[in-house]
């Protein structure tokens, strides 16, 4: 992997998600490391991802990677986990910039989590037939129990701010409803959508079983890369943070906010 | 608006959707029009439509049309309520063929069902907000009263299968509750995924209120049309079905079959 030259350290990390999810992320990301400049995007014009296909998630992550490329970022996460499943490996043999996705996070922080290994994995569709998340547990923990569950209506129940909607803790107790039997102490969110239920999934799924997602564990990821190639920011100035959609920028900025726990300013049409 | 060469009478009738429910349309147009050729286009990389911006909308049906003239369709229609919405007008005006949407046949059905002139739109948040039922029913009927409600979920809840889930049927109910005052006699699907949720939404609204689509009433304007400039296909072999998507294949042969009536035996990638 070569690196940048040495005055790219000023430059921003690029993220990139199918909306406003990965904005979980960032809001690590800026708690972990505060004087890093981040550039986002948000592909709201085709999203969602996690029901379409492997090829076409694989095209639109490399279409976003060149857009962020463009903005001359120093680093790229991948901030959705269907995406990370899907093209991770071909971003990373295509650019020369370091780049890292959310699964292999919410794995670390999963296995740190369990005591029994029996984990289940929520995700999207697309996300749980990659199986990503199933090869990366059993790679790390090959003894490990992995129950995988889809749950395709919980991004439009989020995006549709219906959280503590009657309608979503039904869905929530029909998608759980597989794991009562299955003993898991372990329940990891493989969405960046789904930290906003995990209260109503902690409820639902009962006391006792530690949910985890990947967002911090993804900041954690990002600090030590950056130290690892001398790559920090060195400078200490108010960080600039620069938003980016494919879509209406409105729409963004308003479900933004509680994602990424703070008001978004101003976004930028791509 | 000048015709196609009289050979074109062969030609099939180009249809487009974000994904499988303009098939609800195609399926009466197949009834109304045996002898037609049809080739359809889901554009299920880019779905759904009902939440993106006008311009994103506009765009994405420009190229969808673009697709579908290069198939050498004799007729476009465009069977989708919110890209009806904001792009019929566009596509009108740019290309020579005859194009229609499936508002003004909506309207049309809703008119003749109403008794009273008390109409309930029900559509996705495009559709609602570009007004253009509410402006359509006006035009024709100055004195009806339209209470328009846009439903974002019904289109996932439905591509998700959730027809029969007790989830879809709280959330109709919270979506219909601010009719109740409004004495309406008939009730408008101002989407073509409504139909499928035509009964939940019947026993929800209560007996004695007209449900009507707009699938018949737009397959009944094509054939006018077609008559009109005189382009009805003139043999009666048996016609042939093409059908395009923009994504996988497989997803939309599997889902579309409930939409169409009858089983998809070959889908194409664009």
């Given amino acids: 992997m070569t690196l940048p030259a040495n005055d790219s350290t000023s430059f921003p990390i690029g993220m990139f998600d199918s909306g406003v999810g990965g904005l979980t992320v960032m809001q690590q990301l800026i708690k972990t490391l505060p004087y890093e400049h981040i550039t986002y995007f948000g592909d709201?014009?085709?999203?969602?991802?996690?029901?379409?296909?492997?090829?076409?998630?694989?095209?639109?992550?490399?279409?976003?990677?060149?857009?962020?490329?463009?903005?001359?970022?120093?680093?790229?996460?991948?901030?959705?986990?269907?995406?990370?499943?899907?093209?991770?490996?071909?971003?990373?043999?295509?650019?020369?910039?370091?780049?890292?996705?959310?699964?292999?996070?919410?794995?670390?922080?999963?296995?740190?989590?369990?005591?029994?290994?029996?984990?289940?994995?929520?995700?999207?569709?697309?996300?749980?037939?990659?199986?990503?998340?199933?090869?990366?547990?059993?790679?790390?923990?090959?003894?490990?129990?992995?129950?995988?569950?889809?749950?395709?209506?919980?991004?439009?129940?989020?995006?549709?701010?219906?959280?503590?909607?009657?309608?979503?803790?039904?869905?929530?107790?029909?998608?759980?409803?597989?794991?009562?039997?299955?003993?898991?102490?372990?329940?990891?969110?493989?969405?960046?959508?789904?930290?906003?239920?995990?209260?109503?999934?902690?409820e639902e799924i009962g006391e006792g079983i530690h949910i985890v997602d990947s967002a911090a564990a993804c900041a954690e990821q990002v600090s030590v890369l950056l130290s690892h190639h001398g790559m920090q920011n060195r400078t200490t100035v108010s960080p600039n943070y620069r938003y980016f959609v494919s879509d209406n920028p409105m729409q963004f900025q308003l479900l933004g906010h509680s994602f990424l726990g703070m008001s978004i300013p101003h976004v930028e049409s791509r």
């Fill in 44 to 202: 709201t014009a085709r999203l969602p991802y996690g029901s379409k296909s492997p090829e076409t998630i694989l095209r639109y992550s490399i279409e976003n990677a060149i857009f962020l490329m463009q903005k001359q970022i120093k680093m790229l996460v991948v901030a959705c986990n269907t995406a990370s499943a899907y093209a991770l490996e071909n971003l990373q043999l295509m650019f020369k910039i370091p780049i890292i996705g959310v699964i292999d996070p919410g794995v670390e922080s999963a296995l740190q989590a369990t005591q029994t290994g029996r984990i289940a994995v929520l995700g999207t569709k697309g996300t749980i037939l990659s199986q990503s998340y199933q090869k990366a547990i059993l790679h790390k923990a090959s003894n490990a129990f992995v129950f995988p569950i889809a749950c395709p209506l919980f991004v439009p129940l989020v995006e549709e701010n219906c959280i503590d909607h009657p309608a979503t803790r039904l869905l929530i107790r029909d998608y759980l409803e597989p794991l009562k039997a299955q003993r898991i102490d372990t329940l990891l969110l493989g969405c960046t959508h789904y930290p906003l239920l995990k209260n109503l999934i902690k």
